[in-house]
């Protein structure tokens, strides 16, 4: 059972917390140190999924979940730091998907 996010402003109706948060125009970033050198955003990566989720788009939401757990797994045994930079998560999810590439655009230009 899904629930509507309703904007308390306008009262217009959203299908995702996600699309509400855009909609009010509000930026939000959940960096989450997975290293010394590295962070995740989890709140993109969750409205990225999320997006997917609505495209029914499965294979995107398994290529993007398995490189999480892929990059998460070599934090945990501290091999990450060797391997990447900084940029390493951003450009891994960049090449599973245009979607999620232009979601990761959009954050960059911040136009939406
Ligand atoms: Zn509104």
Not at 10 to 37: G, W
Not at 54 to 79: F, N, P, R, W
């Amino acid at each position: 059972m899904t629930e509507d996010f309703i904007c308390e402003d306008c009262n217009e109706k959203y299908e995702s917390i996600f699309a509400l948060i855009e909609h009010k125009e509000i930026d939000i970033q959940i960096p989450v140190r997975i290293t010394n050198e590295i962070s995740m955003d989890l709140w993109n990566i969750f409205r990225a999924i999320n997006e997917m989720v609505h495209d029914e788009d499965y294979e995107a939401i398994k290529m993007v979940t398995d490189a999480i757990g892929t990059t998460l797994y070599s934090a945990a045994q501290g091999t990450l730091d060797d391997i990447v930079d900084e940029m390493y998560i951003e450009d891994s999810l960049e090449n599973l998907d245009e979607k999620l590439k232009e979601l990761l655009d959009e954050q960059t230009d911040n136009d939406n």
